[in-house]
């Protein structure tokens, strides 16, 4: 066996040569390896390591895409028309439903005439606040049947919800499952059984978890990557799912005015329909189990 000389400096500690540190570096891969295969954690010293370099650049990247972000939103901002002094300190985020009446006052008087300003300005931040789970999405739906005609009001939502959820799945794939399962550890294990029984009929399953309040629409947008749920079904279940929440939203936009919150724009009859539409999202599965059952 060959030995390695890694020789003394004056102060009696020793000198490690290239070989010596290539060898470390192995032995240090070989760790890894072996911690994969078996199932195991990474070895204690590798694991901090890699731990804390890669939160540093998730960190980093999910800043720069954040104010990437905010660029492109004051950018559309800034094609918006000029507005009067008592208009602008209207002009924010609605965090509740008076926020939305005072936003749709003024959004109303410059649609007739900036009415492309006013659809990009919405379609844009609908997406913001949805890539980033911002909360106020649920008013920027109710401003859309406020300011827009119901079919296109509609459209644009469920496709902003599915834009903007598909973007905040690529985020969670970015930063990676060692934030997540640090702060809702638990919680995402839960679901990750439930994903895997519903893996063959995923677009209906995220169909009916959208319909349903079941688990936050963060939450899903955050979780699906780490699980292996494909972006496909994911998005195309987001675009259909919202559809019907957001069609109740959306009726209710048409009077804004005549609301005093965001739950006035739930009725007995909205959510009885809501239940009825999220039974028949899960049909295709439980005829394909019946029918499978019946074969075997």
Known sequence: MRMIDTGNNCNGTPMYNKETEYCLKQ???????AAEETGESFPKEVETEQTGTSTRKSIVLLFGIFLTSLSILALVYTTFPELEESEQRYVKLPRDIDDAKNL?????????????????????????????????????????????????????????????????????????????????????????????????????????????????????????????????????????????????????????????????ALSFNSILVLCLLAVFSLLPILMKNKLKSKFE
């Not at 009415?115 to 606040?129: C, E, H, K, M």
């Open 104 to 264: 749709g006052k003024v959004l109303s008087n410059y649609k007739e005439k900036y009415n492309y300003q006013v659809l990009g300005a919405v379609f844009v931040t609908y997406i913001f606040l949805q890539s980033f789970a911002i909360p106020g999405s649920i008013f920027l739906s109710i401003l859309s049947g406020f300011l827009f005609p119901f079919p296109l009001a509609l459209f644009m939502v469920c496709t902003c919800s599915a834009i903007g959820a598909s973007l905040c799945f690529f985020l969670s794939a970015l930063i990676g499952r060692r934030v997540l399962f640090k702060y809702a550890g638990e919680r995402v294990k839960s679901w990750a059984a439930t994903v895997q029984k519903n893996r063959d009929h995923m677009l209906n399953y995220i169909i009916f978890l959208r319909i349903t309040p079941i688990l936050p629409n963060w939450f899903i947008n955050l979780c699906a990557p780490l699980l292996g749920v494909d972006l496909w079904p994911f998005f195309f279940g987001t675009f259909l799912g919202v559809a019907p929440p957001s069609f109740v939203a959306i009726s209710a936009g048409t009077t804004l005015h005549q609301l005093t919150s965001s739950r006035d």
């Open 27 to 33: 032995s240090k891969t070989m760790k890894m390896q």
